[in-house]
């Protein structure tokens, strides 16, 4: 059963950084996923933020963090990152990590494997 924990929310004032671990275990070879990193703020849907291809060498992001947000892997330690800097209010947000069969998807729907998610909170 492939598990996936995300961790390194927390609460933050605007202009700071954070950096998201994933860490992801239970027998997966993580070489072989495209992972990525999803967001849901309360009454909304839960959106696409970056996503990384298996060996690393594609990264795609979200319009409203390109430039700020910073994703990365682990193969061998079978972790992914997000390097989070200048942080706005707006991105206050539970932040979920996933695995996914295809190499570096924007969709949801495309994501196998799931974490439990960490609180983001950017105060202004």
């Known amino acids: 059963q492939v598990q996936l924990a995300e961790s390194g929310g927390g609460l933050v004032q605007a202009g700071g950084s954070l950096r998201l671990s994933c860490a992801a275990s239970g027998g997966i070879t993580m070489s072989i996923y495209g992972m990525g990193w999803f967001r849901q703020a309360p009454g909304k849907e839960r959106e696409f933020v970056s996503t990384?291809?298996?060996?690393?060498?594609?990264?795609y992001y979200a319009d409203s963090v390109k430039g700020r947000f910073s994703i990365s892997r682990d193969n061998t330690n079978k972790m992914m990152y997000l390097q989070m800097n200048n942080l706005k209010p707006e991105d206050t947000a539970v932040y979920f990590c996933?695995?996914?069969?295809?190499?570096?998807?924007?969709?949801?729907?495309?994501?196998?494997?799931w974490g439990q998610g960490t609180q983001v909170t950017v105060s202004s």
């Open positions: 996933a695995a996914s069969r295809f190499s570096s998807s924007r969709r949801r729907d495309d994501y196998d494997y």
């Open positions: 990384i291809s298996p060996s690393g060498g594609t990264t």
